[in-house]
């Protein structure tokens, strides 16, 4: 059997031990700029193609002779995978882009990722590059989602203030409060284990949340979608960049950063170990970093650069000088995955049950 058919042989063998749902991944190829081309970068990624096209041409403008098969994957199924075509012995992504924080972490710590030397990492954020693996590449705060006609005089600007609201908030609001639902969103869970961190009172923030009759989701989408026509006023903890890009074409919706302390998270990119074109990978990476692509994350995306040297409300500089020690960045190290612990997430779990039930 020649190299090429059994490696083929591998992916077979792989699609089919990989969970069923990972089937159900997009799969998109953009054909190089400059004809045929003879070099494919592969990109694993929890961020939709559709969104991700202008990244994808602009790259391309600068490498006509580099055509991109895009896959679409959840955060998990993107880990799984790599480890798994890894320990195959078959080639896996060129670069991975994901917002699962831990699972690239941990992919990083397990030796499945390649240090990477991009010009752009000497003046990267220590926070935001963890031994030249790992890189954050956006900057994302959870924020209060609300909305604007149930609140004439303005929303609860601190988890306090949430809390006097929640005890005074009038009848017909019962039930007209979401958040995410910890067990089916990665970064809903990430958010809440950052806010018990911070915030003492988070279990009675959230007893308080469940005798309004809170109602969890999955997704932000399905939260910003019942905000914005009234069926929730307040969405807790909600991925500020999904509700900037909507707030912007959506007159009832707003969004606020709380006072007492904002915890913000990042898509993080890697370059796989078992990268069949590292130079490709590090390529798109090194894109992603510079100026233009990280203006284009955060004028075109909607999603906060992470560099300091690109200006504008929709960054890191910018949020950093609004609201300075009150962010609560997390860093881009081994530490996130304490998050990924089984008995850690158990009790959170039971902790979260406690707390919606009033107990």
């Excluded at 898509?267 to 284009?296: C, I, K, W, Y």
Aim: aromatic share 10%.
């Amino acid at each position: 059997m020649s190299r090429a058919s059994g490696l083929a042989l591998i992916r077979l063998v792989l699609a089919l031990l990989l969970p069923a749902t990972a089937a159900c991944a997009e799969s998109v190829t953009f054909p190089a700029k400059g004809g045929e081309g003879d070099r494919s970068l592969v990109i694993y990624s929890t961020f939709d193609y559709r969104l991700a096209r202008p990244l994808i041409e602009a790259f391309q403008a600068s490498h006509p002779d580099v055509a991109v098969r895009y896959e679409d994957f959840l955060a998990a199924q993107i880990a799984d995978r790599v480890v798994a075509e890894t320990d195959a012995g078959a080639p896996t992504a060129d670069f991975v882009f994901s917002s699962g924080m831990d699972l690239q972490i941990k992919l990083a710590n397990d030796g499945y990722a390649q240090r990477v030397r991009v010009p752009e990492a000497r003046d990267w954020p220590d926070w935001a590059n963890w031994q030249d693996t790992a890189f954050a590449l956006t900057y994302e705060p959870g924020v209060l989602v609300y909305h604007k006609p149930s609140f004439p005089d303005g929303p609860p600007l601190s988890r306090l203030e949430l809390m006097e609201w929640l005890r005074e908030a009038p009848r017909d609001l019962r039930g007209r409060i979401g958040t995410y639902d910890i067990r089916q969103s990665a970064v809903g869970y990430l958010f809440l284990a950052r806010d018990a961190e911070h915030f003492p009172d988070i279990w009675s923030l959230l007893r308080s949340m469940a005798r309004a009759g809170m109602q969890t989701f999955s997704t932000s989408q399905q939260i910003i979608d019942r905000v914005a026509d009234g069926r929730l006023v307040i969405g807790y903890n909600i991925l500020g960049s999904y509700a900037a890009d909507q707030a912007r074409r959506l007159p009832d919706l707003g969004f606020v950063l709380l006072r007492d302390f904002t915890v913000v998270v990042s898509r993080v990119g890697l370059v796989p170990r078992a990268s069949a074109s590292p130079d490709l990978g590090a390529a798109f990476l090194g894109f992603l970093m510079s100026r233009e692509g990280q203006t284009l994350l955060s004028e075109k995306l909607r999603l906060p650069a992470v560099s300091l040297e690109v200006s504008g409300a929709n960054t890191a500089l910018a949020m950093q000088a609004a609201l300075g020690n009150h962010l609560r960045p997390v860093s881009v190290s081994p530490g996130v995955m304490v998050y990924l612990d089984q008995a850690k997430r158990r009790r959170f779990y039971r902790l979260w049950h406690e707390a919606l039930e009033g107990r």
